[in-house]
């Protein structure tokens, strides 16, 4: 199994701040890395697939990059609504693995 | 619009088998490079994948979980089912169906997501 392993466990940080998480894989999957961001309560909404590319409607701060078994997530500039839990996920290969979460709360 | 739903009974006791229904809309499993998982996430924890099932029948089964999990689809009435044997109260968790759609057939990304039920392991 490829394991995910993602940084900080969870994070404070104002509204307007530029934040970066990661996420670390045991073994190289290419770009095959995504990000899901989950309110309480709610079910996980993606955000990025492929590493890199944002899903329809997502806002624009939200920047993701790398390949192989290093991954950043970004958000440009956080807004109330991005206090949330942050899960990369592999699809490289199956079992589908998921990261710990990153939880961004409010400074 | 897509939307997936899943249902079942929110409480189970231990050793029982766990049947849940995800009921979906806007999508066809007929359709080529579509398919359906499901995932869960005990409380305060965080995402595991148990099993995912293809447009063409195929399944793929997490290892761990691999002797305890039957998935299957329902074409003709929009609906893919999830069978867990054997539950024990470290399996009280929410289920959440997703869709992995046309457009994430390379990334292979879950691009929708039901609401999610809570299940229970108690006697």
């Known amino acids: 199994d490829i394991q995910m392993t993602q940084s900080p466990s969870s994070l404070s940080a104002s509204v307007g701040d530029r934040v970066t998480f990661t996420c670390r894989t045991s073994?190289?999957?290419?770009?095959?890395l995504n990000w899901y961001q989950q309110k309480p309560g709610k079910a996980p909404k993606l955000l990025i697939y492929?590493?890199?590319t944002l899903q329809s409607g997502v806002p624009s701060r939200f920047n993701g990059g790398g390949s192989g078994t290093d991954f950043t997530l970004t958000i440009g500039s956080l807004q109330p609504e991005d206090f949330a839990t942050y899960y990369c996920?592999?699809?490289?290969?199956?079992?589908?693995?998921f990261g710990g979460g990153t939880k961004v709360e409010i400074k | 619009q897509i939307t997936l739903k899943e249902s079942g009974p929110t409480l189970v006791k231990p050793t029982q088998t766990l049947t849940l229904t995800c009921t979906f809309s806007?999508?066809?499993?007929?359709?080529?490079?579509?398919?359906v998982g499901w995932i869960r996430q005990p409380p305060g924890k965080a995402l595991e994948w148990l099993a995912f099932?293809?447009?063409?029948?195929?399944?793929r089964y997490s290892p761990s979980l691999k002797n305890r999990l039957t998935i299957t689809k329902d074409t003709s009435k929009n609906q893919v089912v999830l069978t867990m044997t054997n539950m024990d109260p470290v399996d009280t968790a929410t289920y959440y169906c997703?869709?992995?759609?046309?457009?994430?057939?390379?990334?292979?990304?879950?691009?929708?997501w039901g609401q999610g039920t809570m299940v229970t392991v108690s006697s």
């Open positions: 806007g999508f066809s499993l007929r359709t080529s490079e579509v398919g």
């Open positions: 492929a590493a890199s």
């Open positions: 073994q190289s999957i290419s770009t095959y």
């Open positions: 997703a869709l992995r759609g046309v457009e994430m057939t390379v990334a292979r990304a879950f691009d929708i």
């Open positions: 996920q592999q699809s490289y290969s199956t079992p589908l693995t």
């Open positions: 099932i293809y447009w063409d029948d195929d399944k």
